[in-house]
């Protein structure tokens, strides 16, 4: 057990857009530094008329695990009307900690991936706030 507290060294932010022509192979969001990180939350928006349903994944450096899937709504945070999710939401993941975040181990990635090919020229674009340790 840790006998001094850890904290996030500084923020680091970091974004990813997966497009229709990613299909549904998995793009890299954040890679954790060699203490770990922890993710505080993912601010989502699509351009999509069409709900998106997003695949969260974790790579621990061999091996890709689905942790979960996430609906983003259509035109969430670009259309005016419709706000931008937090993709770390409880009720979808309701694994996370209170508050929350997502803790990832060293050197860890954290993935997102369309589970169908989104609609012709759309898009999903994903910024995550955190920090290393």
């Given at each position: 057990?840790?006998?001094?507290?850890?904290?996030?060294?500084?923020?680091?932010?970091?974004h990813?857009?997966?497009?229709?022509?990613?299909?549904?192979?998995?793009?890299?969001?954040?890679?954790?530094?060699?203490?770990g990180?922890?993710i505080?939350?993912?601010?989502?928006?699509s351009?999509?008329?069409?709900?998106?349903?997003i695949?969260?994944?974790?790579?621990?450096?061999?091996?890709?695990?689905?942790?979960?899937?996430?609906?983003?709504?259509?035109?969430?945070?670009?259309?005016?009307?419709?706000?931008?999710?937090?993709?770390?939401?409880?009720?979808?993941?309701?694994?996370?900690?209170?508050?929350?975040?997502?803790?990832?181990?060293?050197?860890?990635?954290?993935?997102?991936?369309?589970?169908?090919?989104l609609?012709?020229?759309?898009?999903?674009?994903?910024?995550?706030?955190?920090?290393d340790?």
């Open positions: 057990m840790a006998t001094t507290p850890v904290f996030q060294a500084g923020p680091k932010n970091a990813v857009i997966v497009a229709d022509t990613d299909t549904t192979v998995a793009q890299t969001l954040q890679t954790a530094g060699a203490s990180a922890l505080d939350s993912i601010a989502v928006t351009d999509d008329t069409s709900a998106a349903v695949n969260v994944i974790v790579n621990d450096g061999s091996t890709d695990y689905q942790i979960g899937q996430v609906t983003i709504a259509a035109g969430a945070g670009t259309d005016g009307t419709t706000a931008a999710q937090n993709l770390l939401s409880s009720v979808s993941l309701p694994f996370l900690q209170t508050g929350g975040g997502l803790a990832l181990g060293p050197n860890a990635v954290l993935k997102v991936a369309a589970n169908a090919t609609t012709a020229a759309k898009s999903v674009t994903f910024t995550a706030i955190g920090g340790y």
